[in-house]
């Protein structure tokens, strides 16, 4: 297997180990910089490492930052890279069973170095499931034309009498009842009905369970917009059992 491997200067110190780890373990590899701690602009290193997985160079890449955020940004830029951010052993795992991922990104001061290595060998290792994993895949390698809201939603429900004897008026932003969605990512989890919506600040653990932020019971009108004011417990009635896969705590401020 051939990796391409690149990073900034946040991430520079690990690629040198990770270059060392890939050498003993006899993976034939290219770094493609940068070459020291000193700072540089990180799409300048990891866009070449992006492009040359693309054109089928090399089998995967590596790409490492500060967080891992940016870098990952840049390589999912490049057509047919699927790149993942990685933090633990098991998403690592699951970004190559269920997603095939040909880049992996990490973040140099998010994880120790033990870890680090340990991620990429879990990384490198595993295989890719097929099934009805592959049928996503080309799904996410399909190209589409930029879609607008209305476009999106196949079903969307148009107002009716019905709605109105619940007091939802025609052209109203508050939605039906019951319909909302909910955004995980790494760092927030972000709760939406309609066009409104709420951000939650999440700290990932590493030795940890990750910690997800909210208002206490006395702040919550004061943080939330006011459409989600009075509604705490509903609220998190909705957003904690879509969570529930999380290892997490649930921290009042």
């Known amino acids: 297997m051939k990796i391409a491997i690149g990073s900034d200067h946040a991430g520079f110190h690990y690629k040198e180990k990770i270059k060392k780890f890939l050498k003993e373990n006899g993976y034939e590899f290219h770094d493609f910089g940068t070459h020291s701690d000193n700072t540089v602009d990180y799409p300048l290193y990891i866009r070449p490492v992006a492009e040359a997985v693309a054109r089928k160079e090399y089998d995967r890449g590596i790409i490492l930052g500060g967080s ?5 940004i840049v390589a999912n ?19 190559r069973k269920h997603n095939d991922a040909n880049m992996l990104s990490l973040g140099e001061r998010l994880v120790s170095p033990g870890q680090a290595l340990e991620i990429v060998k879990t990384w490198l290792e595993t295989p890719f499931d097929g099934g009805r994993h592959l049928r996503r895949i080309k799904q996410i ?6 879609t607008t809201s209305l476009e999106q939603s196949p079903k969307k429900k148009k107002p ?9 008026k025609h052209g109203s932003d508050k939605p039906e009842a019951g319909t909302f969605d909910l955004l995980i990512s790494f760092r927030y989890i972000k709760y939406i009905e309609g066009k409104n919506s709420i951000t939650f600040q999440v700290d990932p653990g ?11 019971p006395e702040s919550w009108n004061s943080e939330v917009p006011e459409w989600a004011q009075n509604r705490r417990e509903e609220i998190l009635d909705r957003i904690i059992p879509k969570c529930s896969h999380l290892k997490c705590e649930w921290r009042e401020y």
């Not at 891992?68 to 990952?72: I, K, P």
């Not at 590493?206 to 206490?216: A, D, V």
């Open 77 to 95: 830029r490049i057509e047919g890279i699927r790149c993942a951010l990685c933090w633990n052993t098991e998403s690592a795992l699951f970004a």
């Open 160 to 168: 009716s009498e019905n709605h109105e004897s619940r007091g939802q």
């Open 206 to 216: 590493l030795k940890t369970p990750t910690i997800i932020h909210i208002p206490s």
């Open 141 to 146: 390698d399909q190209k589409q034309p930029l």
């Open 68 to 72: 891992g955020n940016g870098e990952a």
